[in-house]
């Protein structure tokens, strides 16, 4: 897999600081379609991409049930 230089990585303002959430990369998502996805807790590991619409859908539904 190839890594992203610094895609700027963002997490939720609602994501505690005990770095157990993930992080996604929205300029990235922005200019190519494809939202990158890491683990906030060890980020030298490798992350994934996942659809843009795809994501929304996830978003949407964690906003939902409230996680």
Request: charged share 20%; proline share 7%; net charge neutral.
């Amino acid at each position: 897999m190839t890594r992203l230089p610094d895609p700027g990585w963002a997490r939720s303002p609602y994501s505690a600081n005990n770095g157990e959430c993930i992080e996604w990369a929205a300029s990235h998502a922005a200019a190519f379609g494809q939202v990158p996805i890491r683990d906030s807790k060890d980020t030298t590991l490798a992350g994934f991409t996942v659809a843009a619409p795809a994501w929304s859908v996830f978003v949407d539904y964690a906003k939902s049930v409230r996680v």
